[in-house]
C-alpha cells in the first residue's frame, strides 16, 4: 500500500442496495448523514410505519399516530416460551390529536445515544427522552397544548397533592401511576382518559411497584433530576462507565439488570448507591433501582489466547497429527460451491483452525498448504474478484453487505438488510487474523481491507468521520450483541448464537495480537468478556438461578432464540425438541475461547445430560453430535473420546482435528478459570 493513502480507511466497492428501507422517513435530516445503528434498542421505531413496540426497561413503549402508549408488561409464561405482552397502559397524545385521532402525525428519532433514544413528535409538541433502564417516562411539552393521557383500562381513584404538581392514579388492573410535572398542571378525568389545560414543561410519569406506598417515597424524591441521553465510555479494558446527561435538581435514579449488579459489584466506585428493595419486573430478570450520575461496570479479565490454555497432552499429540495431516490433504479451494458468505466463512475459519492445532502440536510441514487455502479463498473476497458473491458498500445505513444481498433479503441470511453481521465477518477475521501471524507480509498487504472489515462491526466512534455506525451488532446497555438487522419484529431485536457472536469478537482480538495493535486487543477482549457474561446469564438456563420462571426453567437447559421482549426455545432452523442443535448452535465454533464460554462444570454437565436424549431421534447429524460430544468431553474425557473417533461426519466449519484437539486439551477447568462454578 503506498504511503500517501496510508492514512485513509479503505472502503469496499460502492453500490445501492434495492431492497433496503429508507432511513430519512423517521430519522431527522440532521442524523442521516452519518451512518446509521442497524441493530438497536429503538430499530422498530425506524422501520416500516414505525408503530411496533420496543422494550426500553422497564416499559413496553410504541408510538403511532400522534401518540406514545407505555406498558408495563405481565409475562405470559409456557414450557417453550416466556413474552411480555403488550397492553396501552397510558396512551400520551396532545388533545386535539385525539380528536383528530392523529392520523397526520408521525414520529421523528432527533437524537439517540448507547442508553436512550429522543423520540419527538412534532404534531403533538411532545419529545420523549426514552432512556434505558428508567423508571420513568419522561417528556417535554414544548408549546401550550393540552394533553391527553387514556387508559385500556378504568381509572378508580385520581388524586394530587395541593400544588397541583403530583397526581396518583390507580387503575382497575392493580397498577398505580404516579405523575410529576415541572410545574403546575390543571388535570381532570373521566372513566379511561385524563386531560389537561394548555400546559407546557416537563411531566415524569412512573408506574408504582406493587402498588407500595414505601416505594413512592423513592419515586418522590428522585423525581426531580431526570436523564436525557447516556453513554457508555471504554475506560480501560474490561471496565465500561456509564455517563448520563442530566437535567433538574438532585441524584439521579435509574434501574439495572441482573448483570449490571453483578459488575457494579465488582467495581470499586462508592459513586452509587444500589436500592435493594426498590424492584421492578422484566423479563431479563429483576430491575434494582441505582442512584448515581455515573456507574463504573467491571469484568473479570479475559484473555485471549491462540492456542488452548491447557496445551495438548504429549501422549494424544500422534493422534491429532493423524487427524491433521488427512484433514489437511482434504482441503482444496477449488472444490468450494458455495457462494454465501456464511458458509464460506466458516470454511475459512476452520482451515485456519488446522494451522493453530498444527503450531501446538509442531506439526508446522503442514502450514505451507493451509496458508495456500486461506489466501486462495481469502484474497478473491478482499479484492472484489470473487465470482458469484462479494462484499460492497452502501452508504443509506452506512456498511458493507454482499453482492447478493444488495438485490435479496433472505441472500446470505439477511446480510444486506444488516443481519448477523457479526458472524458472518467474525469467521473472515478468524482466518485474516492466522494469516496475518503465519504470513505477516501477506497481513501487511491486506490490512487495510481487514480493518474495514473489523470496522463494520467493531467501530467505537460516531457520527460523519465514520463509515460505520457504532459497534453495529453489541447493545451496550444489555451487554450482548443483536443479531437481528432491519426487520421489523414485534418483539424487537434477537439472537440466536451466542457463540459466534462470542467468536466475532474473538477474532477481532486475535486480529489485533497479529497486527500489534494493542487498542484493538483491549477493546475486542472486553467485548468478549461481556458477550460471555451475556451468554451465561441469560441463553445458558441454569436450573438453581431464578432467572426465568420456573415452568420454562424446568424443560429448557439453552436457549433457542432470545429475543429483547420474548425468549423462545425454538430456533430459525430447527424445532425445541432439537436439542443438539440448541446445544450446537450456541458452542461453534470450538475454539480456545469456548473454555471460558463454558467454564461452569456443573451447568456444562447439566446441559449435555439434558441434550443426549435427543441424540436417539432418527435423522440426527453427525454435525451436531460432535458438538454434544465436545461438552461432555469437559468432565467426561474418555466417554466422548470413544464417541468423537465413531463419528462419520463433522460441521462444515469443525473438523476431527479440532475435535481431538479439544478432547486432549482439557485441563481442569475448575483450577484454570477460578469461576466455574
Known amino acids: 500500500m503506498s504511503n500517501n493513502k496510508k492514512n485513509t480507511p479503505f472502503i469496499f466497492p460502492q453500490t445501492q442496495s434495492t431492497v433496503l428501507p429508507d432511513p430519512s422517513n423517521f430519522f431527522?435530516?440532521?442524523?442521516?448523514?452519518?451512518?446509521?445503528?442497524?441493530?438497536?434498542?429503538?430499530?422498530?421505531?425506524?422501520?416500516?410505519?414505525?408503530?411496533?413496540?420496543?422494550?426500553?426497561?422497564?416499559?413496553?413503549?410504541?408510538?403511532?399516530?400522534?401518540?406514545?402508549?407505555l406498558s408495563y408488561p405481565f409475562h405470559s409464561v409456557s414450557p417453550a416460551v416466556i413474552y411480555q405482552v403488550f397492553n396501552a397502559d397510558l396512551t400520551i397524545t396532545s388533545s386535539d390529536q385525539k380528536a383528530k385521532k392523529g392520523s397526520n402525525g408521525k414520529h421523528i428519532i432527533s437524537s439517540y445515544s448507547d442508553l436512550s433514544v429522543t423520540l419527538d413528535i412534532p404534531s403533538s409538541n411532545l419529545t420523549f427522552f426514552l432512556v434505558r433502564g428508567s423508571p420513568f417516562l419522561t417528556f417535554s411539552v414544548t408549546?401550550?397544548?393540552?394533553?391527553?393521557?387514556?387508559?385500556?383500562?378504568?381509572?378508580?381513584?385520581?388524586?394530587?397533592?395541593?400544588?397541583?404538581?403530583?397526581?396518583?392514579?390507580?387503575?382497575?388492573?392493580?397498577?398505580?401511576?404516579?405523575?410529576?410535572?415541572?410545574?403546575?398542571?390543571?388535570?381532570?378525568?373521566?372513566?379511561?382518559?385524563?386531560?389537561?389545560?394548555?400546559?407546557?414543561?416537563?411531566?415524569?410519569?412512573?408506574?408504582?411497584?406493587?402498588?407500595?406506598?414505601?416505594?413512592?417515597?423513592?419515586?418522590?424524591?428522585?423525581?426531580?433530576?431526570?436523564?436525557?441521553?447516556?453513554?457508555?465510555?471504554?475506560?480501560?479494558?474490561?471496565?465500561?462507565?456509564?455517563?448520563?446527561?442530566?437535567?433538574?435538581?438532585?441524584?439521579?435514579?435509574?434501574?439495572a439488570h441482573p448483570l449490571h449488579l453483578q459488575l457494579l459489584s465488582n467495581s470499586k466506585s462508592d459513586d452509587v448507591t444500589v436500592l435493594d428493595d426498590f424492584k421492578y419486573t422484566s423479563i431479563d430478570g429483576e430491575l434494582v433501582g441505582v442512584v448515581g450520575d455515573s456507574w463504573v461496570l467491571e469484568a473479570d479479565p479475559?484473555?485471549?489466547?491462540?492456542?488452548?490454555?491447557?496445551?495438548?497432552?504429549?501422549?494424544?499429540?500422534?493422534?491429532?497429527v493423524s487427524a491433521l495431516s488427512k484433514d489437511v490433504e482434504g482441503l482444496n479451494s477449488s472444490a468450494i460451491t458455495t457462494t454465501s458468505s456464511y458458509f464460506y466463512g466458516k470454511l475459512i475459519a476452520r482451515a485456519a483452525r488446522l494451522a493453530l492445532i498444527a503450531e501446538e502440536v509442531s506439526s508446522i510441514d503442514v502450514i505451507p498448504k493451509i496458508s495456500k487455502f486461506l489466501k486462495e479463498t481469502i484474497e478473491p473476497w478482499l479484492e472484489g474478484i470473487f465470482k458469484g458473491n462479494g462484499f460492497l458498500y452502501e452508504r443509506k445505513w452506512g456498511g458493507i453487505i454482499t453482492k447478493q444481498g444488495s438485490s435479496d433479503t433472505g441472500a446470505d441470511f439477511g446480510f444486506g438488510i444488516y443481519n448477523d453481521h457479526h458472524y458472518h465477518l467474525g469467521y473472515f477475521l478468524y482466518g485474516i487474523a492466522v494469516l496475518a501471524k503465519i504470513d505477516p507480509c501477506w497481513g501487511r498487504k491486506y490490512k487495510s481491507q481487514a480493518y474495514s472489515l473489523m470496522a463494520d462491526f467493531m467501530t467505537l466512534?460516531?457520527?460523519?468521520?465514520?463509515?460505520?455506525?457504532?459497534?453495529?451488532?453489541?447493545?451496550?446497555?444489555?451487554?450482548?450483541?443483536?443479531?437481528?438487522?432491519?426487520?421489523?419484529?414485534?418483539?424487537?431485536?434477537?439472537?440466536?448464537?451466542?457463540?459466534?457472536?462470542?467468536?466475532?469478537?474473538?477474532?477481532?482480538?486475535?486480529?489485533?495480537?497479529?497486527y500489534g495493535d494493542a487498542q484493538l486487543v483491549a477493546t475486542a477482549s472486553t467485548l468478549t468478556a461481556l458477550e460471555i457474561l451475556g451468554a451465561q446469564m441469560w441463553w445458558h438456563v441454569n436450573e438453581g438461578d431464578n432467572e426465568y420462571e420456573e415452568e420454562f426453567t424446568k424443560e429448557n437447559r439453552v436457549m433457542g432464540v432470545l429475543w429483547a421482549n420474548k425468549r423462545d426455545s425454538g430456533l430459525w432452523f430447527a424445532p425445541a425438541e432439537w436439542k443438539e442443535c440448541r446445544l450446537g448452535i450456541n458452542l461453534l465454533p470450538i475454539l480456545p475461547i469456548s473454555e471460558v464460554l463454558f467454564s461452569n462444570v456443573d451447568y456444562v454437565k447439566d446441559l449435555v445430560e439434558w441434550t443426549l436424549p435427543a441424540l436417539n431421534r432418527e435423522g440426527v447429524g453427525e454435525g451436531w453430535k460432535g458438538f454434544v460430544y465436545a461438552l461432555q468431553g469437559i468432565y467426561d474425557n474418555e466417554s466422548a473420546l470413544e464417541k468423537i473417533r465413531s463419528l462419520k461426519g463433522f460441521d462444515d466449519g469443525n473438523s476431527l482435528t479440532n475435535l481431538l484437539w479439544w478432547i486432549h486439551s482439557r485441563g481442569d477447568e475448575e483450577e484454570e478459570f477460578g469461576h466455574g462454578k
Open 461 to 514: 466512534s460516531r457520527g460523519s468521520n465514520s463509515n460505520y455506525t457504532r459497534l453495529r451488532s453489541f447493545d451496550l446497555y444489555k451487554l450482548h450483541s443483536w443479531a437481528g438487522g432491519l426487520t421489523e419484529f414485534t418483539d424487537g431485536r434477537n439472537q440466536e448464537s451466542t457463540s459466534e457472536a462470542v467468536n466475532a469478537y474473538y477474532s477481532a482480538a486475535l486480529m489485533g495480537l497479529a
Open 143 to 255: 408549546q401550550p397544548t393540552p394533553l391527553s393521557i387514556s387508559t385500556i383500562h378504568a381509572i378508580l381513584s385520581f388524586s394530587s397533592n395541593t400544588s397541583l404538581t403530583k397526581f396518583t392514579f390507580k387503575f382497575n388492573n392493580d397498577q398505580t401511576w404516579l405523575l410529576y410535572a415541572s410545574s403546575p398542571i390543571k388535570l381532570s378525568h373521566s372513566l379511561s382518559e385524563i386531560t389537561s389545560k394548555a400546559f407546557s414543561g416537563t411531566i415524569r410519569i412512573a408506574l408504582l411497584p406493587d402498588s407500595d406506598p414505601k416505594q413512592e417515597a423513592v419515586l418522590d424524591k428522585f423525581s426531580s433530576c431526570y436523564p436525557v441521553s447516556g453513554d457508555a465510555v471504554f475506560t480501560e479494558p474490561f471496565s465500561l462507565e456509564y455517563k448520563w446527561e442530566k437535567k433538574g435538581s438532585g441524584d439521579m435514579l435509574l434501574l
Open 302 to 320: 479475559v484473555f485471549v489466547t491462540w492456542h488452548s490454555t491447557s496445551c495438548v497432552k504429549e501422549e494424544s499429540r500422534d493422534e491429532i
Open 28 to 69: 431527522s435530516p440532521n442524523l442521516v448523514s452519518s451512518p446509521l445503528p442497524t441493530n438497536s434498542f429503538f430499530q422498530n421505531f425506524v422501520l416500516k410505519n414505525g408503530d411496533q413496540p420496543e422494550y426500553i426497561h422497564p416499559y413496553l413503549i410504541k408510538s403511532s399516530n400522534s401518540s406514545l402508549s
